[in-house]
């Protein structure tokens, strides 16, 4: 697989620690929502890291996106999020992974479970839903530690009105006055309330940290879901 | 030509870097990576196999894998999503021993797991001191998440050949794709020759 060079066009802040990247990829030929990208870093002295990131756009958007969390003592995501500025180019190539993905048309409801920055790939697969006009329902139960630390916020919220997304929020650490979603670590009882049954046969995507992976994807199990239809994609603090 | 990235230093690694395949970064952690739930495996239920292209099956239980003798080994893993892990140290069985003295034409196999992850390699890559069956890390057993009670351990490829929850080998007359393999992974997998995808 090629490398290709991917120009940025514009920044967006999604959280104090979290920060979306838009690039031109001229060679780009397509993507599934919910698969990754490698990016390569080339410093003055031929010195080169890789990082692989979850694409956050839709394959129907006109512009590659991704939003990466800054981990405080990353290599590489402090360059992205705070160096990296439009006209800067880096290599980029993909997309990478057939099987942590989503594809429109089968009919069945999609529930997504995100915990942190897991939820950018549940981004493409939303916008990707949207842009096929499906009407299988979708859920999102997603677990940020506060408010402010909710990615995508705004967006979510228009997937939940226009879209007929149903999105729960569970927030970890402090809640906001008058808070009514889940104030606690997603656990077997808040799983149970949000996803379908399994007789309704959702697909069913695990995006997060480690720990949180093993949580949920074990919850489900319980609750009886058949393990073949839970895809995960774990990450660590690798960054 | 590579693109020269205004400002990026980067920290180059703390380690002997003959020892880190091309685009990979040294991590102390031991991240998790897997497809779907962690099985549940039951050592009373448990077994390994080695099946296919055989004069004869073969099959232990946990209790019999656990008589075979073990190799203790430190070495180092590389993970296709760019983690090297320097100076592991791991328990098991070697895959020679699984295989002595069988009688077979064939040319690869199929190692299939738990949970129905399944990863091929061609039989001269797990023969020769090359490759274990692993049921210990540190002095540890072998933690579920990381693929306990065994997994297979192929070093001198990426990490995700080494399959976790393994529970058997499929002897081949000749290749074929494994869950990885399918799903826009190398077929071969050399972290030195940097074969992480189709097309590599």
Redesign the interface.
């Known amino acids: ?2 490398w290709g ?1 991917a120009r940025v066009v514009a920044r967006r802040d999604e959280t104090p620690r979290v920060r979306s990247i838009v690039f031109d990829c001229p060679t780009w030929e397509g993507h599934m929502a919910g698969q990754h990208v ?1 990016i ?5 002295d ?7 990131y979850s694409i956050a756009s839709a394959p129907e958007d006109d512009h590659l996106m991704l939003t990466v969390e800054r981990l405080q003592d990353g ?1 590489v995501s402090p ?1 992205l999020t705070d ?2 500025a439009p006209g ?4 980029m ?1 993909g997309p ?5 993905v989503w594809e429109s048309g089968t009919g069945r409801p999609l529930l997504m479970i995100g915990g942190g920055s897991g939820v950018v790939p549940f981004r493409a697969m939303l916008r990707h839903r949207s842009a096929q006009q499906v009407d299988a329902p979708a859920r999102l139960l997603y677990s940020s530690r506060t408010i402010e630390d909710v990615i995508y916020r705004d967006e979510l919220t228009e997937f939940e009105d226009s879209r007929g997304v149903e999105v729960r929020l569970a927030l970890t650490r402090s809640q906001p006055e008058g808070w009514d979603g889940f104030a606690r670590r997603v656990d077997a009882a808040i799983l149970s309330e949000v996803a379908w049954a399994p007789p309704d046969r959702p697909h069913i995507y695990v995006c997060g940290p ?1 720990g949180f992976v ?1 949580t949920v ?2 919850c ?2 319980d609750l009886g879901h058949d ?2 239809s ?3 994609e ?5 960054g | 030509m590579a693109i020269i990235s205004r400002g990026f230093k980067g920290r180059r690694p703390e380690v002997d870097p003959s020892r880190l395949p091309p685009g990979q970064y040294v991590t102390h952690d031991f991240p998790v990576l897997s497809a779907g739930p962690t099985p549940r495996i039951p050592l009373d239920q448990w077994a390994f196999e080695v099946t296919g292209l055989v004069d004869k099956p073969r099959s232990w239980t946990w209790e019999e894998f656990n008589a075979l003798p073990s190799e203790t080994v430190t070495l180092d893993i590389h993970c296709v999503t760019k983690w090297s892990k320097l100076d592991t140290t791991w328990s098991g069985v070697s895959v020679d021993t699984l295989l002595e003295d069988l009688q077979t034409n064939a040319t690869h196999m199929m190692a299939s797991s738990y949970g129905g992850y399944t990863t091929n390699l061609p039989l001269a890559d797990v023969m020769g001191g090359r490759a274990w069956v692993a049921t210990g890390f540190g002095d540890q057993p072998l933690h579920p998440e990381h693929g306990g009670p065994a997994r297979l351990l192929v070093p001198h490829l990426y990490f995700w050949k080494s399959a976790k929850w393994v529970r058997g080998l499929e002897l081949l007359a000749e290749d074929k794709r494994g869950f990885w393999e399918r799903n826009g992974y190398h077929d071969y997998g050399d972290p030195w020759r940097e074969q992480r995808y189709w097309g590599d």
């Open positions: 697989m090629d060079a490698d390569r870093l080339t410093a003055e031929g010195y080169q890291a890789q990082r692989s290599e360059y160096d990296l800067d180019q880096l290599e190539r990478i992974g057939r099987y942590f480690t093993e994807a074990n489900l199990v393990p073949n839970i895809r995960t774990r990450f660590g603090p690798t």
